[in-house]
């Protein structure tokens, strides 16, 4: 067994999901193992690391409305505003949906469902250069 | 050190949590591992994985009645509905409980607290097969 | 190529967010490895670990009073409550937040971007004992 780390970086165009699989998946292709466990971190407070639907486009927009009532940009609701009103909600909606995953590799390919894809989450309205570690175990 | 992996299919009946505990620790204890870590990772985007309260019935209800609230069926809600109203609520509810688990395995056992189960979260009306796939680094 | 396993005990002041970066950088330190994955498990259901903003102390405020709204206590909400009413909601704060963590070690650190802090998160209002596994890979 052996274990691989590297770091993948994703220019976002503010506020969506963005598709990662195929970068991830080139990642992973790269480091000739086929059977093990990858883990993808993601170093940042206000973006998030996030598996769904990679079928309808809907889902995506769906996704981000029903967010942005979970965790509403609302200057009168929290006292952190440092970046301005959409720093703290996007701290919050990184909490709903989770940093980092964790995906066993199987015969050669990751076990991800048949319409899941991986997906990095920018929350902030601006664009942003967001790095992501990867760590593979495997053989 | 020495990997396994492996999958666990479930059969849910419907808008419900499983409890897996078992199944899960079965096939732990069948890979001959005193110490390492297991990692699950549920291969579908409308359920997931969970770990809670496994004492206490009333618990999973109070959950399901929460998580109605948070990601209600809402046919004027959402613009995804290709499988019926329960379809993306299922998405959403697979966002706010995650859909992989990490835990160490120490002296033998998996390291859950005493009242810590581990769940499958069924969040479709209809009974569904579901795929878990497993995978065991320890020694 | 090793692993480590371990626990760390936290004694907590009720709700609030207890940073234990420190804790675990020095853990992980003391076993000696450059390259890796580590996995921070919590063992309860009624607290969480979650990775957030280390700088503005504003944040952990508004995260507090974020998460009381989306898991209120409220007697007439929850079946169960045998701790308690703020038994029920500190399991659902719990599912919303999760349990469990996994960062890549790279060159001899936790691959954490600038502003992530590692905290545990206590959602009962008495002071509790709390215990993390945790589990190291590397070499």
Avoid at 19 to 31: C, F, I, K, L, N
Avoid at 61 to 69: A, P, S, V, Y
Avoid at 76 to 101: F, K, Q, V
Wanted: charged share 25%; hydrophobic share 40%; aromatic share 6%.
């Amino acid at each position: 067994m052996r274990q691989a780390t590297g770091l993948i970086g994703i220019d976002t165009h503010g506020r969506s999901l963005v598709e990662v699989t195929r970068a991830v998946a080139q990642w992973v292709a790269a480091q000739g193992m086929d059977e093990g466990l990858l883990t993808l971190f993601c170093r940042h407070t206000s973006a998030s690391l996030l598996i769904q639907e990679n079928a309808a486009p809907e889902v995506r927009g769906d996704i981000e409305r029903w967010i942005e009532r979970l965790a509403p940009e609302d200057p009168a609701a929290y006292a952190h505003d440092d970046e301005g009103p959409d720093d703290m909600p996007a701290h919050l909606r990184a909490i709903l949906t989770g940093i980092h995953l964790s995906i066993p590799l199987i015969d050669g390919r990751l076990a991800l469902g048949t319409w899941q894809g991986i997906y990095l989450f920018e929350h902030r309205r601006r664009p942003h250069a967001r790095s992501i570690a990867l760590h593979l175990l495997g053989e």
